[in-house]
């Protein structure tokens, strides 16, 4: 049986260091203890000037390279899972394509916000699964939410920021690791709660959608708190009947790093402990479509991944968009 398994990780974070007491100056109040107690945010990276979502995509991309022992020429597949592109148009992912020097790779860009890097993964897999002149396929989550905060905003300033991850997913024949199953889901009534609605056809950017910010990520309205974590259960809950399998078997859960109790929740809802799901949002902020991708690889950095680890991925963001995927290492 072809599948799809992965061989190895990259991540990369810039090296400007925004710590909390950076907001408590912007702001003009103490938002460090209320990040600290409710979220446990105490710092985040940005872009410097000049820095870009390509530039963060092709640091993770070499690093994962590197880690595979493969040549960019390697490469038959590079998919780049953002919001927050190179351009409207052309993708970010030919940018990075171009850079790496992956002159026999195909490329194309997912959006579909945070929940963007596992639709990219689960691309990926079927490209790999269907098609075999596909091997070596890239899967990079990136992020620079950064250029697009207000910086008067507390909802939005103190827990956007940028980063990226990599993942390149090889094909095998085997029957037991890999790909094991996915599943994407919308809930498209909530297109309009958040987002960055200047810059596209239907809003245009312009004086006017300048002076009301439509420029720059929005909360339009506040989403039901219960929302991520009962959507996280049901997923993993379906994964599991799929491969035949329960919470309790899986080693590890990487889920959208946008709120912690959040993930706390679900892992209650599952009758698993909280360890169970690594967490990077304390030193990295939220890193959006690259949030899991960049925890996948910090747990990897930590040696706590080995083989045959079962693994899900559950990511969630504006639309709201669903995804989900079980790995086994």
């Known amino acids: 049986m072809r599948n799809a398994v992965i061989l190895s990780t990259g991540a990369y974070a810039p090296e400007r260091v925004i710590p909390n007491s950076y907001f408590n100056e912007l702001l003009g109040e103490d938002v460090d203890a209320w990040l600290r107690e409710n979220v446990e945010i105490y710092e985040r990276r940005w872009c410097k000037e000049g820095e870009s979502t390509a530039d963060l995509s092709e640091h993770a991309a070499r ?20 919001d927050t592109p190179e351009y409207v148009s052309p993708s970010t992912a030919s940018v990075v394509e171009h850079r790496l020097g992956a002159e026999n790779a195909g490329t194309f860009d997912v959006n579909t916000a945070c929940a963007g890097f596992v639709t ?13 002149q596909y091997n070596y396929v890239m899967v990079i989550g990136a992020y620079a939410m950064s250029k697009y905060l207000n910086m ?17 997913l090889k094909a095998e024949d085997t029957k037991e690791r890999g790909f094991l199953a996915s599943e994407l889901l919308s809930e498209g009534q909530y297109h309009d709660w958040m987002g960055i609605y200047a810059g596209g056809t239907f809003r245009p950017v312009s004086a006017e959608a300048i002076s009301q910010n439509e420029h720059l990520l929005q909360f339009v309205k506040k989403f039901p708190k219960e929302l991520n974590p009962e959507i996280w259960t049901q997923m993993v809950e379906r994964l599991c009947q799929r491969i035949h399998t329960t919470p309790d078997e899986a080693d590890h859960f990487f889920i959208t790093q946008i709120n ?70």
């Open 63 to 82: 690093q994962a390279l590197e880690r595979a022992g493969l040549h960019p020429r390697d490469l038959d597949l590079i998919i780049v899972s953002t």
């Open 152 to 168: 008067g905003d507390k909802k939005t300033v103190t827990l956007f920021a940028d980063g990226a991850g990599a993942v390149i």
């Open 260 to 329: 912690i109790n959040s993930i706390r929740e679900t892992m209650d809802k599952l009758g698993q402990p909280h360890e169970k799901a690594h967490t990077v949002m304390h030193y990295y902020g939220y890193t959006g479509s690259a949030c899991i991708p960049m925890a996948f690889n910090d747990a990897w950095e930590k040696g706590k991944l080995n083989a045959g680890d079962l693994v899900f991925f559950i990511g969630s963001g504006g639309g709201l968009a669903f995804a989900s995927a079980a790995f086994r290492l």
């Open 120 to 132: 990219a993964l689960d691309i990926g897999s079927k490209y790999i699964r269907a098609d075999d």
